[in-house]
């Protein structure tokens, strides 16, 4: 952390340097040093104009996000800073490469002038951290660019390239070379001092104001309406917004929303750090990729490489199913023209990209084989096996397999050590999450380059251990046996689904089954029933599959489909579920949408804190991320395990023991993580570094 200052004749250059990111921290005193080296500058006489530039890669990724745990009040420092440099009697030049955002946006808006590097990206994404921009941004912004144009950018949170900003006005000019050699060039002119803050207010906020108010959709992130709030507040009295805007920006940073979106923020990146792995091992190079299985899976995989620009050998042994897969990929890659996602050349390379071929002999020369055939151990047995014959003996093979024991499957070859699993989710090319799952002798560059991989195919890679459901699915069942539990006791589907869905949850449990397929879920129940006798489940699902409603794909599931997409509440259901409850002979209550979302998300937890203490998860924050980008978590509820902490240890005890002396109480056994967690006054964010 230092401010660099030189001198170029009479201008002071101070160029700001911390972390990766040069983030404007309160905590650790770098704003109070930016503030001394200002003050200085100012106090120099031979000093006539200042530049202010950021160290390495970039301006400034904004403020510290970690300084928004602590006391709101702290925060004065930075807008203090910033009023300092807006009232410089020196001009004061913003030199931007990289990226300005958030506070390094707003510090750039303080100062008078702005001159970018062709290619640096500028914008003020707070609204995805749950928060409004929070150092004068919501008065600078809509003043200096218009209110229509700011609130686009606040609302979006998208940044702007640096073309687009300067025909904005955001940005004064545009240097494709050295912008700070342009910065201090202008600077040596000693342009006059101009203040952002003292501009009038736009005229077109009124209309901007209740047009974006209009839009706003309700849902869980708090920011949006303070942001509108602010920008209507605008007047000629900056002190008064700026006021507002303080005020709003330390209530924001204690919802739970804000909480829960930093969290997933910060656990995006945690989750790439693999404890015990060291930094010396180096990812093998992956330049090209063979995937076994032209189904659904395979295509969606093929799909997600070529779309990261990796050439992709699909092996199918049917030549019909090999051909189906290539028309979908093909349409699939067309569709992404069709809407001006890529040009035409773009995906004509990606789709010469794409081989298809009939035998394993195509992949001898492969750097990953990525098998997505039928979830069969028989079948995978003669995957392997061939593969380990046909392969190249440092060529990495990896299994999409979602149930079966990846320490087996590695067992199938004579190098256990280069097979991973690679569980992608359903549609491949759109689901962010892959779990990673490591074997017991997965080597550890095999390990950091199934990890890199994942990251260059646009994926949030999380590290699971083997077992059965690997972490997401083995956490699901638990959260549908009380989904299953509630509808003979007296829910009914769209209540739970709604219940859930106005909660958080993308979609609701009976219609993300119904989507998935109910024969996939009675199949593992049957394995169940077998495996685990005294883990019993409702038989209320088992009646529906019997009447063969497998859901969306058969027309009819646990909801009708009258127009084979849309969910509609079935009374042949109602009727199937009432009649099942009486036929067991329960009495069906009133089940409150409370105990609804309650039931299901303590299920969630526990056996996360399972999976956690078993060392399956490496801490809470993997599965959180497994679950905001695998199963539609609501990112603003930052995941089970944080939800655990929201709740609170000892009261998630509690609950648990409380379900453990009702009805079916053994499936709510404490987690030994919980027991001892409670026991210390400790919670799950303490093991997430
Ligand atoms: C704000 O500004 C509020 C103000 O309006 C009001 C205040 C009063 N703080 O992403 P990377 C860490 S809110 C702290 O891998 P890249 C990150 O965790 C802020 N830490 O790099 C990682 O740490 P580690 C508004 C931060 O090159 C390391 O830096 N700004 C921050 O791929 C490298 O990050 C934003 O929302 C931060 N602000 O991407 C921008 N930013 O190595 C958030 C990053 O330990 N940041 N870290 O895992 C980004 O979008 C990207 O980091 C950025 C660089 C594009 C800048």
């Known amino acids: 952390m230092t401010v660099d200052v030189t001198s170029s004749g009479a201008t002071r250059l101070l160029r700001l340097s911390n972390g990766a990111v040069n983030a404007l921290s309160v905590g650790n005193g770098f704003v109070g040093e930016i503030a001394a080296a200002l003050n200085e500058a100012l106090a120099d006489v031979e000093c006539k104009a200042i530049v202010m530039t950021g160290a390495g890669k970039m301006f400034c990724g904004g403020a510290d996000i970690t300084d928004f745990d602590g006391d709101p009040r702290a925060l004065e420092a930075l807008r203090n800073l910033l009023l300092a440099v807006e009232d410089a009697s020196k001009p004061v030049i913003m030199a931007i490469h990289g990226v300005a955002l958030g506070g390094g946006l707003e510090l750039t808006l303080a100062g008078h002038y702005r001159v970018a590097q062709a290619g640096a990206r500028l914008g003020v994404p707070e609204v995805t951290l749950g928060l409004l921009p ?19 950018m606040m609302l979006s949170g998208k940044p702007v390239a640096a073309d687009k900003a300067q025909t904005l006005g955001l940005v004064d000019r545009l240097v494709e070379g050295d912008v700070v050699a342009a910065a201090l060039e202008w600077a040596a002119e000693v342009p006059p001092t101009r203040r952002t803050g003292a501009l009038p207010v736009p005229a077109d906020r009124d209309e901007a104001v209740a047009a974006h108010r209009a839009k706003l959709r309700k849902g869980l992130n708090p920011a949006p309406a303070k942001i509108i709030q602010c920008v209507e507040a605008l007047s000629d009295d900056l002190a008064a917004g700026l006021a507002l805007e303080g005020a709003l920006f330390g209530e924001l940073m204690q919802t739970e929303a804000s909480r829960g979106l930093r969290h997933a923020f910060f656990g995006e990146r945690t989750v790439a750090r693999i404890p015990g792995l060291s930094r010396d091992v180096t990812p093998r190079d992956i330049r090209s990729v063979g995937v076994i299985g032209g189904g659904l899976m395979g295509t969606g995989i093929t799909l997600a490489l070529l779309n990261a620009d990796l050439p ?88 999409n397999t979602s149930t079966l024991d990846v320490d087996a499957i590695a067992a199938l070859t004579k190098d256990p050590s280069r097979v991973v699993g690679l569980h992608f989710f359903s549609p491949a090319n759109i689901m962010r999450l892959l779990e990673v799952v490591r074997g017991r002798e997965t080597a550890p560059d095999v390990l950091a380059t199934a990890m890199a991989f994942g990251k260059r195919v646009g994926k949030v ?24 539990f509630m509808l003979e006791e007296g829910a009914l589907p769209q209540q739970i689904d709604g219940a859930l869905e106005r909660w958080g949850m993308a ?75 009486a036929e067991i002979a329960l009495e069906r209550r009133e089940i409150s949408d409370e105990e609804i979302v309650g039931r299901c998300l303590l299920a969630l937890i526990n056996e996360g804190a399972r999976i956690v203490g078993e060392g399956i998860a490496y801490r809470p924050v993997d599965v959180d991320m497994i679950y905001l980008h695998g199963y539609g978590f609501g990112r603003e509820r930052g995941g089970p395990m944080f939800q655990g902490d929201v709740i609170g240890l000892p009261a998630l005890l509690e609950r648990l023991r409380t379900h453990a002396q009702g009805r079916n109480g053994w499936a709510w056994t404490p987690a030994p993580l919980v027991e001892e967690l409670a026991a210390k006054g400790g919670n799950f964010q303490d093991l997430n570094s």
């Open 134 to 152: 929070g150092a004068g941004g919501t008065q600078r912004l809509p003043r200096l660019i218009g209110a229509g144009p700011a609130l686009d």
């Open 312 to 399: 992709v050998i699909m092996v199918e042994l049917r030549e019909e199913a090999l051909a189906k897969a290539g028309e979908t990929i093909r349409k699939t890659i067309q569709r992404d023209v069709d809407k001006g996602r890529i040009d035409q050349a773009k995906a004509d390379a990606r789709i010469a990209a794409f081989t298809p071929a009939t035998s394993l002999d195509a992949l001898a020369d492969i750097d990953l084989v990525i098998e997505a055939v039928f979830e069969d151990m028989g079948v995978k047995q003669q995957v392997f096996t061939a593969l380990d014959a046909i392969t190249r003996p440092d060529a990495i093979l990896a299994s």
């Open 461 to 484: 890679g999380v590290v699971s251990g083997v077992c059965d459901g690997f972490i997401g699915n083995r956490m699901f069942e638990e959260y549908l046996r009380q989904t299953w």
């Open 507 to 581: 979609m609701g449990p009976c219609r993300t089954m119904d989507l998935a397929g109910q024969d996939i879920g009675w199949a593992i129940r049957k394995r169940r029933a077998v495996e685990q006798p005294d883990r019993p489940y409702s038989g209320v699902i088992d009646r529906i599959c019997e009447l063969g409603r497998f859901g969306q794909k058969t027309g009819k599931g646990i909801y009708a489909y009258p127009d084979g997409r849309t969910a509609e509440p079935d009374p042949e259901i109602t009727k199937l579920i009432e009649d099942y409850s």
